[in-house]
T-cell receptor, first 119, second 116 residues
């Protein structure tokens, strides 16, 4: 079963507007972490934001915020005031705590959403 | 140099060649990873090294052979590859303490590999 689902293959937004990229996940772990990464055409994966499963408040990082709804198992990324440089592929990823509590990281990625910002 | 670096950035090799990908992290992390990104597929974890010990091998064919001589360097040795191995190979590192605390992974720019 797919653990991370990104249902939007592509999204378009006008410059300076906000956009929400969807992510739902599936896990039976109580302790897990959710990440969003940005991948420009150059290929590098850029870490954007992190939400821990026990964090009570939604994570925010500059223009990025994570709309975490634990009961619905969703972790949507909200980008406010979009810029042309935001055009890229965006990946949602999850890391579950391994059995025994070890934390070396197996990240499971979604399929990604291509965001295009129009001027 | 800062962050995670990878060399070469582009590599074209024949199926009978032997080559190596190199990754170096300058972040003081103690865990390193190899991921494979094929077109239209999610990133796939290949190998995990924690404290220079391989802790995960995700059913990767033996034509891919990782090496981690120290916590800052990670190699992926390639031999007798197939055309379907053409992909972007990404290296990442993170701080892992074994305490259950989850840290983000930082990625390098990747090596775009083409097997002819």
């Amino acid at each position: 079963a797919q653990k991370i689902t990104q249902t939007q293959p592509g999204m378009f937004v006008q410059e300076k507007e906000a956009v929400t990229l969807d992510c739902t996940y599936d896990t039976s772990d109580q302790s897990y972490g959710l990440f969003w990464y940005k991948q420009p055409s150059s290929g590098e994966m850029i870490f954007l934001i992190y939400q821990g499963s026990y964090d009570e408040q939604n994570a925010t990082e500059g223009r990025y915020s994570l709309n975490f709804q634990k009961a619905r198992k969703s972790a949507n990324l909200v980008i406010s005031a979009s810029q042309l440089g935001d055009s890229a592929m965006y990946f949602c990823a999850m890391r579950e705590t391994n059995a025994g509590g070890t934390s070396y990281g197996k990240l499971t990625f979604g399929q990604g959403t291509i965001l295009t910002v129009h001027p | 140099e800062t962050g995670v670096t990878q060399t070469p950035r582009h590599l074209v090799m024949g199926m009978t060649n032997k080559k190596s990908l190199k990754c170096e992290q300058h972040l003081g992390h103690n865990a390193m990873y190899w991921y494979k990104q094929s077109a239209k597929k999610p990133l796939e974890l290949m190998f995990v090294y924690s404290l220079e010990e391989r802790v995960e091998n995700n059913s990767v064919p033996s034509r891919f052979s990782p090496e981690c001589p120290n916590s800052s360097h990670l190699f992926l040795h390639l031999h007798t590859l197939q055309p379907e191995d053409s992909a972007l190979y990404l290296c990442a590192s993170s701080q892992d303490t074994g305490t259950g605390i989850i840290y983000e992974q930082y990625f390098g720019p990747g090596t775009r590999l083409t097997v002819t």
